[in-house]
């Protein structure tokens, strides 16, 4: 698995995830939910943190066309809340995301893309090479909605930061998973989850419970819900574990001019339609068992 990120608390969550239940091969980074040098450096404190022996690369620093925008309101300044982190010992290993994504979509076979951030390294990846869809197991990404959004009362953040990018791959990705809000946010972990990972006492752990207890205290404050979505962490967990996830392929567009609805995942739920259903959408998800596996990963002394 090669994870596309813009670390982010879930973010973070994810890639630990990702590298308990699957061989993680690389993380690039891009511009999000803070900006690229945050969301590089915490890419770095997380695998310094856990101790995971993976290359990074920073992507993009700005969206396609719009000016960067960022979550910083839900994710802290920093991107990872208000966790102290060690000093980095490490540096990123290149510039170029996009080329690590097509060097390494040669050279291992079958590796699976998830994509967890604005998709403006994926994008411009799809553009050099049209062919990458060819040579990857799968692209999964986080992002969208069937209904509704989350920076918009349409668009889901991801999509918004980088519409003009989304519809590139919703385009020439030709196989596309949806992992939007519709399932991540049935999946939400609370403070029962936060002693779990910190009974383990582990620093991967113990960092794990300091960015869920602030994405909780965060979700709180600013929808009123006693738990908190990982979104990215479902993404990865519907390519290690597909079975707790349902779903059909439908067309998916991205509204690019709307006035109200730019950013939106413009899914064709029409069951007359049968052309172009370029787009797995994941509607349902076993929830309960979503949320074990992600303590599981981050408790776990062990990767898989």
């Known amino acids: 698995m090669l994870v596309d990120c813009d670390p982010g608390l879930d973010d973070a969550i994810a890639l630990l995830t990702a590298a308990h239940f699957a061989e993680l091969v690389g993380i690039t980074t891009v511009d999000g939910n803070v900006r690229i040098e945050h969301t590089t450096r915490n890419a770095l404190a997380v695998a310094q943190i856990a101790d995971l022996n993976v290359e990074i690369h920073q992507g993009a620093s700005r969206p396609h066309v719009n000016k960067p925008r960022n979550a910083r309101h ?4 920093t991107g990872l809340g208000n966790v102290e982190l060690p000093e980095i010992t490490r540096s990123f290993n290149s510039d170029d995301a996009v080329g690590f994504i097509l060097e390494t979509s040669n050279r291992i076979k079958d590796v699976h893309l998830v994509a967890v951030g604005p998709l403006t390294n994926i994008a411009e990846a799809l553009q050099r090479d049209a062919t990458l869809p060819d040579r990857l197991s799968g692209l999964t990404i986080m992002g969208g909605a069937v209904v509704g959004g989350n920076v918009t009362a349409a668009a889901e953040f991801n999509i918004w930061a980088d519409p003009e990018a989304a519809d590139i791959v919703f385009r020439l990705g030709r196989d596309v998973t949806m992992v939007g809000l519709d399932v991540t946010q049935q999946v939400l972990l609370g403070t029962d989850q936060v002693t779990q990972m910190r009974q383990a006492n582990t620093p991967k752990a ?22 908190a979505p990982i979104h990215d962490a ?10 707790l996830f349902n779903g059909d392929r439908r067309p998916v567009n991205i509204e690019l001019t709307g006035t109200h609805t730019r950013g939106m995942t ?3 739920n029409r069951p007359s ?23 599981e990963a981050i408790t776990a002394t062990q990767t898989h």
């Open 74 to 77: 839900v994710h802290g300044a």
């Open 234 to 243: 479902c993404a990865v967990l519907t390519v290690t574990h597909p079975h």
């Open 206 to 227: 113990t960092l794990a419970a300091d960015l869920l207890e602030y994405a909780i205290n965060r979700s709180h404050e600013l929808r009123g819900w006693t738990g």
């Open 273 to 295: 339609i049968a052309e172009n259903h370029n787009t797995l959408v994941l509607r349902t998800v076993n929830a309960n068992a979503v949320i074990k596996l992600i303590v």
């Open 266 to 268: 413009v899914v064709d």
